[in-house]
């Protein structure tokens, strides 16, 4: 069965960084994309970045763009967040997304069709 384990999740002071990690296992067929998303307390749920997984290129929401950095290990079948500069408006529940099909908007949580259960990441003033 599909599964995807989020981890790396923690409370951080504004400033520092954090490593989020999604370990995929199970999927019938290869991913087409890896996305993180967040969901912030009575806020909508928000693409953070995306990775498509045969090429490798990735996609950022402007409000992490040169902060954020998403990355695969395919030997791993795991998909990292690194989350510098860190920001109290970044705290949220961050999700991992994995989407088989074709995906043309990687950064809208519809186009995908497996999620983890999320990691909650808080920073702090």
């Known amino acids: 069965q599909a599964q995807l384990v989020e981890s790396g999740g923690d409370s951080v002071q504004a400033g520092g960084s954090l490593t989020l990690s999604c370990a995929a296992s199970?999927?019938?067929?290869?991913?087409?994309?890896m996305g993180w998303f967040r969901q912030a307390p009575g806020k909508e749920r928000e693409g953070v970045a995306a990775?498509?997984?045969?090429?490798?290129?990735?996609y950022y929401a402007t409000a992490v763009q040169g902060r954020f950095t998403i990355s695969q290990d395919n030997a791993k079948n795991t998909v990292y967040l690194q989350m510098n500069s860190l920001k109290p408006e970044d705290t949220a529940m961050y999700y991992c997304?994995?989407?088989?099909?074709?995906?043309?908007?990687?950064?809208?949580?519809?186009?995908?069709?497996?999620w983890g259960q999320g990691t909650q990441v808080t920073v702090s003033s």
């Open positions: 199970g999927f019938p067929a290869s991913t087409n994309c």
């Open positions: 997304a994995a989407g088989v099909d074709l995906i043309v908007s990687p950064l809208v949580d519809v186009e995908y069709n497996y």
């Open positions: 990775i498509y997984t045969g090429g490798g290129a990735t």
